[in-house]
């Protein structure tokens, strides 16, 4: 059973930054590719952004990109999300998630393709 544990939300002004840490357990973390996911008030889950399961691919939805940079650790099994320039519409509750796939060579962003999430850390842009 995989364990995901988002921290690092809250409230901040536009413009302002957050940096979003997922912790991971209970399988060999850097065999898979990580993403986040966000949900806002009466809106779908969309996709954030995803990191290969070795590191050195990443892949951004277009409002979020330049702005948000995902990283990941193997070695301590956490994935990030420094959020800069954030604004309004950046609020949401924030997911973390794990392929389903071990060593997946492209980066998805279905969230059908994720088996795993976090119960969500709350991100407040106030204007």
């Known amino acids: 059973q995989v364990q995901l544990v988002e921290s690092g939300g809250g409230l901040v002004q536009a413009g302002g930054s957050l940096r979003l840490s997922c912790a991971a357990s209970?399988?060999?973390?850097?065999?898979?590719?990580m993403g986040w996911f966000r949900q806002a008030p009466g809106k779908e889950r969309e996709f954030v952004a995803a990191?290969?399961?070795?590191?050195?691919?990443?892949y951004y939805a277009n409002i979020v990109k330049g702005r948000f940079t995902i990283s990941r650790d193997n070695a301590k099994n956490t994935v990030d999300l420094q959020m800069n320039s954030l604004k309004p519409e950046d609020t949401a509750v924030y997911y973390c998630?794990?392929?389903?796939?071990?060593?997946?060579?492209?980066?998805?962003?279905?969230?059908?393709?994720?088996?795993?999430w976090g119960p969500g850390t709350q991100v407040t842009v106030s204007s």
């Open positions: 990191i290969r399961w070795s590191g050195g691919s990443t």
């Open positions: 998630a794990a392929d389903r796939a071990k060593f997946r060579t492209v980066l998805t962003t279905t969230p059908g393709t994720y088996d795993y």
């Open positions: 209970g399988r060999t973390f850097s065999s898979y590719n």
